[in-house]
């Protein structure tokens, strides 16, 4: 009998929801309640995205903008998906983790975010968009 660990050895996915890559341009928005709500906006790229949460890469983050985030949990709006269309998703959610690498050349972050519950339209627009992302031809 094979245990969990044999399958996530094999590049099995245990995953309720599962991760579609992507690489889409995208703005994030993150709330920083104590500055009045005064968002941090960043542009990025979502690396990947399910029906529960995105993994986000934000390039040219600063210290100072890193800093705020780590005080608490922080609400995040990730903005134009998919990418250069009329109607775009956006999705609403908390940062759960993140991954800070300050380079000499340029700091990354990467951002995994929840996505909060959302209304009926919203969770339909969003299966309807990795759906596409399942079939291209769609």
Same mark, same amino acid.
């Given at each position: 009998?094979?245990? %969990? ?6 590049? %099995?996915?245990?995953? &309720?929801?599962?991760?579609?890559? +992507? ?7 993150? $709330?920083? !309640?104590? !500055?009045?709500?005064?968002?941090? %906006?960043? !542009?990025?790229?979502?690396? #990947? %995205?399910? &029906?529960?949460? *995105?993994?986000?890469?934000?390039? =040219?983050?600063?210290? @100072? ?8 949990? &922080?609400?995040?709006?990730?903005? #134009? ?5 009329? @109607? ?6 908390? +940062?759960i983790w993140y991954d800070y690498q300050d380079d000499q050349d340029q700091s990354v972050c990467? $951002?995994?975010? =929840? ?6 339209? *919203? =969770? $339909?627009?969003?299966?309807?968009? +990795? !759906?596409?992302?399942r079939d291209p031809t769609v």
């Amino acid at each position: 009998m094979a245990s %969990i660990h044999d399958e996530e050895t094999h590049g %099995i996915e245990r995953r &309720r929801h599962p991760r579609h890559p +992507l690489g889409a341009p995208v703005k994030v928005r993150i $709330l920083v !309640e104590e !500055e009045t709500f005064t968002p941090l %906006i960043f !542009e990025g790229v979502c690396e #990947n %995205i399910s &029906r529960s949460g *995105a993994l986000v890469t934000v390039s =040219a983050m600063s210290g @100072k903008a890193y800093r705020k985030l780590i005080r608490r949990p &922080r609400f995040v709006r990730v903005m #134009n998906l998919p990418p250069d269309e009329p @109607k775009s998703l956006s999705l609403f959610g908390k +940062l759960i983790w993140y991954d800070y690498q300050d380079d000499q050349d340029q700091s990354v972050c990467k $951002l995994a975010i =929840a996505f909060e519950p959302m209304e009926e339209p *919203a =969770a $339909l627009a969003l299966e309807e968009y +990795l !759906e596409t992302l399942r079939d291209p031809t769609v």
